[in-house]
């Protein structure tokens, strides 16, 4: 996507060819900047205090922290070392682990003389895999946007979205918002509902900064407000992303997700989830009791970010003073609240039978 006319992906490989150049998140949306990664823990660090997050990218930049760390030490002994403080940095968003797993696939019939150039290449293949995936994921989410758009002609279609699942959060084009993207290219009128996100904000800080960026129409709305406006017929459709689908077709996402699918079905607002098939943990069948939810810090609640009228950033406390805060950083939504999944191989139910319908392969 572009960032002042420049195309950019989320992360790239820098000139000297081995260190590796990510956007920084934590400075979005106040400034663009660039920081370089030169280590295996430039790349942990980055993936835990989120200067790249969403669960593709975040698969994509362990990846390259893998390459990183066979650079110092190419042997069987460093490379489990260095998967298992990569896998460790976020627990909830499988890309993770899957990234994690195809490097060492890849790596491990290789001699460690050679494993150097070989990581490079699986790792830049996974993000070219990555953007082919979500353009797929784009396309077949723009069929569902057209039918609603051909029920309504003339006028615009609304999208609820929550948190980022745009291409900040993968290597390029995102996934909920590829379709939105391809919709809005394609001439049909669409606005997008941009949930804030807390308390992170990765929607309001984020989302809005990318659909603005792309000259799509949006408006940031606080958390709560999506099932009022839902109530007043001013919902057509939710599409968000996810951190980890089960096989059973469950999808935790980040918190607040599950509430909104919520008031979605009670409106009878079609619910979508997008999501490469690197996000189906095939491994287990219930969400709630089997995926890992992510703790972070009470800080992320109390306090938060702001840009101050001379243009510098400042942190700013929000709450009670000495009050507790808890801060789940996703929720699990049950298969039974979503409409379908939106996949690179087509949408279908979010059911056993439909994930085995289009990966016959992978559902055993
Ligand atoms: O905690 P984050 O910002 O990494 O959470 C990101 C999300 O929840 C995204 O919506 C999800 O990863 C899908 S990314 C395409």
Not at 87 to 104: G, H
Not at 113 to 140: F, K, M, Q, S, W
Not at 166 to 175: I, R, S, Y
Request: charged share 20%.
């Amino acid at each position: 996507m572009k960032i002042h006319g420049r195309a950019y992906r989320t992360i790239w490989v820098a000139p000297d060819g081995w260190s590796v150049v990510v956007i920084d998140q934590t400075q979005l949306p106040f400034a663009f900047a660039t920081r370089p990664l030169a280590s295996i823990d430039d790349a942990a660090h980055a993936i835990k205090s989120m200067v790249v997050r969403g669960a593709p990218l975040i698969g994509a930049t362990a990846a390259y922290g893998l390459c990183m760390a066979l650079r110092e030490d190419a042997s069987d002994a460093a490379l489990s070392r260095a998967y298992d403080l990569l896998v460790a940095t976020r627990p909830t968003a499988i890309n993770l682990k899957w990234a994690l797993d195809q490097m060492v696939e890849a790596l491990r019939p290789v001699p460690p003389a050679g494993r150097v150039p070989v990581a490079y290449a699986r790792a830049a293949r996974l993000c070219d895999d990555d953007v082919a995936t979500n353009e797929a994921i784009g396309r077949h989410g723009l069929s569902i946007i057209r039918d609603i758009a051909q029920r309504k002609p003339g006028k615009t279609v609304n999208i609820l979205t929550h948190c980022n699942a745009g291409w900040l959060a993968c290597v390029d084009w995102g996934t909920a918002l590829a379709p939105i993207y391809m919709a809005h290219d394609a001439g049909i009128p669409v606005h997008v509902w941009v949930d804030e996100t807390r308390p992170r904000n990765q929607g309001g800080s984020l989302t809005a900064y990318e659909l603005g960026a792309h000259g799509v129409k949006h408006t940031i709305i606080v958390d709560n407000a999506g099932g009022h406006y839902m109530q007043h017929g001013l919902v057509d459709m939710c599409i968000v992303g996810t951190d980890r689908t089960t096989a059973t077709g469950d999808v935790a996402n980040k918190i607040g997700t599950y509430l909104k699918a919520l008031a979605a079905h009670d409106n009878g607002v079609p619910f979508y989830v997008a999501l490469p098939s690197s996000t189906i943990d095939w491994t287990i069948e219930d969400g709630l009791r089997q995926i890992e939810i992510e703790e972070r810090s009470a800080r992320e609640v109390t306090h938060v970010l702001g840009q101050l009228s001379d243009g510098s950033t400042q942190t700013v406390a929000l709450t009670a003073p000495g009050s507790p805060a808890a801060n789940p950083a996703f929720d699990v939504t049950p298969a039974r609240l979503v409409t379908g999944l939106v996949t690179e191989r087509g949408v279908c139910p979010a059911t056993r039978a439909g994930l085995r319908r289009l990966f016959a392969e992978r559902a055993g």
